[in-house]
């Protein structure tokens, strides 16, 4: 293996950040749905071997980034009706519990300083009409309030759920996003308040909005 190493992947597992780097593609639609995933390529490109290729694609796979066909090998996968309809069965629960912890732990006196920053970024990005950043920082504003949760299991299981969320953001450009970042700042309020409660039902109402528009524009899509 060549000793020019780029990508910063001197400092990690080859594996892990080819598949963090991987994975960010897809996300970002660089890597589209249905294109093959080229290991030749991708090692010329990283300046590796095809081993940690090879290693990061189970990860890829598990978290339905990508999946392996007959005689085509990796490709990366479309987001179905069903695969968003799943994965906002499991965001009305485990986005409701972050957002209840992470306003108790604001009662408890955890500083919401942090979340406010990534709401402002948020409210800046809309203001700007850049749709790429809209969605990273509406990604990092619901990601803090994962970490304010304190709950280091919840995190764990809403980490490859959260991938998902973002490549979601990506595909709805054309939703409403002055109404999200509202709901986004109503929700920010009632868990640096504290209230436990309140903000539990606004979660849920958020996730539920979201689902109602993602599986509006979904059937469109498919229609067209």
Not at 176 to 187: G, I, P, S, T, W
Not at 215 to 222: E, P
């Amino acid at each position: 293996m060549a000793t020019d190493v780029p990508l910063g992947l001197a400092d990690q597992s080859l594996s892990v950040k080819i598949y963090e780097e991987l994975r960010e593609r897809i996300i970002e639609g660089t890597l589209a749905a249905g294109e093959r995933i080229r290991e030749r390529e991708l090692a010329a490109e990283f300046n590796v071997s095809r081993i940690p290729i090879r290693e990061a694609m189970p990860r890829l796979e598990a978290e339905g980034f990508i999946k392996t066909l007959p005689r085509r090998g990796a490709v990366v996968t479309e987001m179905t009706l069903n695969d968003v309809e799943e994965l906002f069965v499991v965001r009305s629960s485990l986005e409701v519990l972050a957002a209840k912890l992470a306003a108790q732990a604001c009662a408890g006196g955890a500083s919401s300083d942090e979340l406010f920053a990534r709401l402002a970024r948020a409210e800046t990005a809309l203001d700007a009409g850049d749709d790429r950043d809209i969605a990273g920082a509406n990604s990092a504003l619901h990601e803090e309030i994962l970490d304010l949760s304190g709950n280091t299991l919840l995190i764990g299981l809403m980490g490859p759920i959260n991938g998902r969320v973002r490549r979601l953001f990506r595909l709805e450009a054309e939703r409403d996003q002055r109404v999200l970042c509202a709901e986004h700042r109503e929700l920010c309020h009632a868990i640096a308040d504290g209230n436990v409660e309140w903000a539990g039902a606004l979660a849920y109402a958020h996730v539920e909005h979201s689902r109602v528009d993602s599986l509006r524009l979904m059937r469109q899509r498919l229609e067209h």
